[in-house]
């Protein structure tokens, strides 16, 4: 369902793509994705959105985020709020929806396809609108997890749902395997 004459965006909802992919199985590679698209018709632009730490010495998305953005990624990042639950469990929010919406909004006049990498529900009102100005909307995620990582109104909003594992063969590689510690010698 893709033209290659038409323009596309990508609006890459990280957090919610990097659950997708885990309870998969796999990994995205970010260069082979960007490819595919680009294949696929006139990528305009490829967001990824994100939340951060901004108080840890390190957080484990920095060299993701700092690769994305050194390989044509327009990158949106907001720092993640900290906080206590009431069962005194830590917690860290980091929503980016706002962003996403705005930014496909401020696109929209521009494109003729949009592709949301998200399963979130709350997403279906901004595919609507999208839809209203001419754009159609592809929605990839998963129904082969357990349970469903896309809301059925999103699904069904959309003109067209691409199944993420169905992109395994395309965008994914294994899952990395933790590295083992490297036992220490001493020279006695």
């Given at each position: 369902?893709?033209?290659?004459?038409?323009?596309?965006a990508?609006?890459?909802?990280?957090?919610?793509?990097?659950?997708?992919?885990?309870a998969?199985?796999?990994?995205?590679?970010?260069?082979?994705?960007?490819?595919?698209?680009?294949r696929?018709?006139?990528?305009?632009?490829?967001?990824?959105?994100?939340?951060?730490?901004?108080?840890e010495?390190?957080?484990?998305?920095?060299p993701?985020?700092?690769?994305?953005h050194?390989?044509g990624?327009?990158?949106?990042?907001?720092?993640?709020?900290?906080y206590t639950?009431?069962?005194?469990?830590?917690?860290?929010?980091?929503?980016?929806?706002?962003?996403?919406?705005?930014?496909?909004?401020?696109?929209?006049?521009?494109?003729?396809?949009a592709?949301?990498?998200?399963g979130?529900?709350?997403?279906?009102?901004?595919?609507e609108?999208?839809?209203?100005?001419?754009?159609?909307?592809?929605?990839?995620?998963?129904?082969?997890?357990?349970?469903p990582?896309?809301?059925?109104?999103?699904?069904?909003?959309?003109?067209n749902?691409?199944?993420l594992?169905?992109?395994?063969?395309v965008?994914?590689?294994?899952?990395?395997?933790?590295?083992?510690?490297?036992?220490?010698t001493?020279e006695?």
């Amino acid at each position: 369902m893709f033209y290659k004459d038409e323009r596309l965006a990508l609006f890459i909802d990280g957090s919610n793509l990097y659950a997708a992919a885990k309870a998969l199985g796999f990994d995205i590679d970010y260069k082979l994705l960007r490819q595919e698209f680009e294949r696929r018709g006139k990528l305009v632009r490829a967001f990824y959105y994100t939340a951060l730490l901004e108080n840890e010495e390190y957080s484990p998305i920095r060299p993701l985020v700092d690769w994305l953005h050194y390989n044509g990624y327009a990158m949106v990042t907001k720092p993640a709020k900290e906080y206590t639950d009431s069962m005194g469990r830590r917690k860290v929010k980091g929503n980016m929806d706002i962003e996403l919406a705005v930014n496909a909004m401020e696109l929209a006049p521009r494109l003729d396809h949009a592709v949301l990498f998200s399963g979130d529900g709350d997403f279906r009102p901004l595919v609507e609108a999208l839809q209203r100005m001419g754009v159609r909307v592809s929605v990839v995620s998963t129904i082969r997890s357990q349970p469903p990582m896309i809301a059925d109104e999103l699904r069904r909003q959309a003109d067209n749902f691409i199944e993420l594992d169905a992109l395994r063969d395309v965008i994914g590689r294994p899952p990395r395997e933790p590295r083992e510690p490297v036992p220490e010698t001493s020279e006695a």
